[in-house]
């Protein structure tokens, strides 16, 4: 045939005819349905090509997501859960990674307990947090100053004393050798992991350094603490992450 726009192209009637009807049935733009009237294109790729898209754009839609990274879960090269993971665990992260429960008892004025190497433990209300020290006013009026290094575990408020009576006391006490003071000889903990195990409400087993055992589940985690709900009701416990030994999952098949 001739070359030249079909605007130009003498097209027969019933190629017109075709054309339109494309048009209409299909959704496809005028150019496109008279390309594939005119046997240009193929009507099954046209409409493959426009799947694809449609595709795409409703992940942009749905997601928020970039047309290039849309592109590549529709190809099957990116996958769309672990992305969204990856984006809910950046907001999380964002949302409680400075969160501590020193800080949120100074601000609340609420009784808090805390579990400290050696197998001591006290109660209060704390007067002053700062970034290493934490100032315990206790119930008989004394004062102590506390480094935030020295302490295990802690709970707030109201329950306190009922969470921290369910940890099993560790047998490691006497021959703990307290904190570690460097943060590169703590023991690593993936925080990819630890919201997976969160997402998932795995029942985990937390071990501190001085063989105290914690079960709960994860509920929030920051950079320097993890939350845990004990018993399934909110009975809460915040387990100190330089004070941890080990961290697994007893949901887990072995």
């Not at 805390?114 to 209300?125: E, I, M």
């Not at 099993?168 to 904190?179: D, I, M, R």
């Not at 087993?205 to 004990?230: A, K, N, P, Y």
Request: glycine fraction near 8%; proline fraction near 3%; charge should be neutral.
């Amino acid at each position: 045939g001739s070359s030249g726009r079909f605007g130009k192209e003498k097209v027969a009637p019933s190629v017109r005819a075709r054309a339109l009807r494309l048009e209409k049935e299909n959704g496809l733009s005028r150019s496109v349905a008279f390309q594939v009237a005119m046997g240009r294109q193929d009507l099954n790729d046209v409409l493959a090509r426009m799947a694809f898209d449609n595709q795409v754009e409703s992940l942009m839609r749905r997601h928020g997501l970039q047309k290039s990274l849309a592109t590549q879960v529709v190809t099957g090269d990116a996958d769309l859960d672990a992305i969204l993971l990856k984006r809910e665990m950046a907001s999380h992260f964002e949302q409680n990674r400075d969160r501590s429960v020193f800080d949120a008892a100074q601000a609340s004025g609420l009784p808090v307990k805390l579990a400290l190497h050696g197998a001591t433990q006290v109660s209060g209300t704390i007067s002053t947090a700062d970034s290493y020290e934490v100032v315990l006013n206790e119930p008989d009026g004394s004062q102590q100053t506390i480094h935030k290094l020295h302490v295990k575990f802690a709970s707030m408020g109201s329950d306190a004393d009922r969470a921290l009576a369910k940890v099993q006391v560790g047998p490691k006490a006497k021959e703990s050798q307290g904190p570690i003071e460097r943060p590169q000889d703590r023991v690593r903990l993936s925080n990819r992991w630890l919201f997976a195990l969160m997402k998932r409400g795995d029942l985990v087993e937390v071990t501190t350094l001085e063989g105290d055992v914690i079960h709960g589940t994860l509920t929030w985690m920051g950079r320097w603490e993890l939350g845990l709900d004990m018993d399934g009701k909110g009975l809460s416990v915040v387990v100190m992450r330089h004070a941890i030994s080990s961290l697994q999952s007893l949901s887990e098949p072995e």
